[in-house]
């Protein structure tokens, strides 16, 4: 067949052969870049986010901590006042991070985590509020064996439930 064609022929349809090839290659790379976009886009506006507000959980709860901790040891009326309210500012912010992250999670796995969140923030806040409380009025000793016991404990549970 292709001994009886002319020279301009066969480099013609060679020449068709290899543009039939960029095009598939071109429809190949299309389909493929299409599909990387998507995993970038999900990745960016989505895990990328709630990545972001699992560790500004995790910064209000060291702020809490912290804040706790100054309570604690503060001798003075008006530094207790103030730490306390610094708790309450983060305790709301802590709220308004879990909603957003709560109303943002899609996948069954992603709510089996938030559950085991839910429920060790349900554990904690009954005693943060405690050391708040025993900070603000109670004497050292019992300060310390609060925020050194239970509510580390619980603390760190919580903690590690938002890591997951």
């Known amino acids: 067949m292709f001994k009886n064609m002319k020279i301009a022929m066969k480099i013609g349809i060679g020449f068709a052969g290899v543009l039939l090839a960029v095009a598939a290659l071109v429809l190949f790379t299309n389909s493929r870049l299409d599909r990387i976009d998507t ?6 506006q989505d895990r990328n986010v709630k ?6 959980l995790l910064d209000n709860l060291n702020v809490v901590s912290r804040a706790l901790r100054n309570i604690a040891l503060a001798d003075d009326q008006d530094t207790r006042s103030k730490e306390a309210a610094r708790v309450e500012g983060v305790r ?6 879990l909603d957003s992250l709560s109303k943002s999670i899609n996948s069954e796995d992603g709510q089996k985590l938030f559950a085991a969140i839910t429920k060790a923030r349900e554990s904690y806040g009954p005693l943060q ?3 708040l409380e025993v900070g603000l009025e ?3 000793k ?7 016991g239970d509510f580390l ?5 919580y903690m590690e439930d938002i890591k997951k």
């Open 39 to 44: 995993v970038v886009d999900l990745v960016v």
């Open 51 to 56: 990545v972001r507000q699992c560790y500004q």
């Open 92 to 97: 709301e912010s802590q709220s308004s991070v």
């Open 129 to 131: 509020k405690k050391t």
């Open 138 to 140: 109670g004497d050292k």
């Open 142 to 148: 019992s300060k310390k064996a609060l925020l050194l």
């Open 153 to 157: 404990k619980e603390q760190n549970q």
